[in-house]
């Protein structure tokens, strides 16, 4: 009896493994895809050897994250509607030399950005500084530090 027993777990032990064993089709199973961390492959490099490429493939990686986008514009919005006292001189066109840069409203231009699709973090910040730099203000600066 115990002969018995014994010699039907092995058979289903060895079925069982055979049949993970052995694929369902004659197709070769695909290897996975791997996953290239645009970022990460930078601190295998040698620092010399790094290109703009490199650290811009790095950037451009880092994904749009809508809700901590929605938080930057807001704040920037309350601060530069409350509290920039340049805002209105902004706006001002035909200003005197040396202060000959076009109109800028600021506001209107961080609702422009709100409204924008972005594929990546990188793009979104670069058009936030972008935007504050276009007030050419050197009391008014914007560094995401990413």
């Known amino acids: 009896m115990v002969v018995l027993s014994l010699r039907n777990l092995i058979l289903s032990v060895s079925l069982a493994t055979f049949a993970t064993l052995t694929p369902f089709s004659n197709a070769a199973p695909t290897p996975p895809v791997p996953q290239v961390d ?4 930078l601190g295998f ?6 290109t703009y490429d490199d650290v811009s493939a790095c950037y451009k990686a880092i994904p749009y994250d809508p809700v901590v986008a ?3 514009l807001k704040t920037l919005h ?5 509290n920039y ?3 209105d001189s902004a706006l001002t066109p ?3 030399v040396p202060f000959s840069c076009p109109p800028v409203d600021i506001v ?3 609702e422009r950005i709100g409204q924008t699709k972005y594929t990546g973090d990188y793009s979104f910040h670069l058009d936030v500084s972008r ?3 276009g007030l050419y203000d050197t009391h008014a600066s914007y560094n995401s530090k990413l």
């Open 38 to 41: 645009a970022c990460g492959v």
């Open 45 to 50: 490099m040698n620092s010399s050897s790094i």
């Open 70 to 72: 929605s938080a930057t």
């Open 78 to 82: 309350a601060f530069f509607n409350d």
């Open 85 to 87: 006292v340049f805002c």
């Open 94 to 96: 035909d200003l005197k």
């Open 108 to 110: 209107k231009e961080f």
């Open 131 to 133: 935007a504050i730099n």
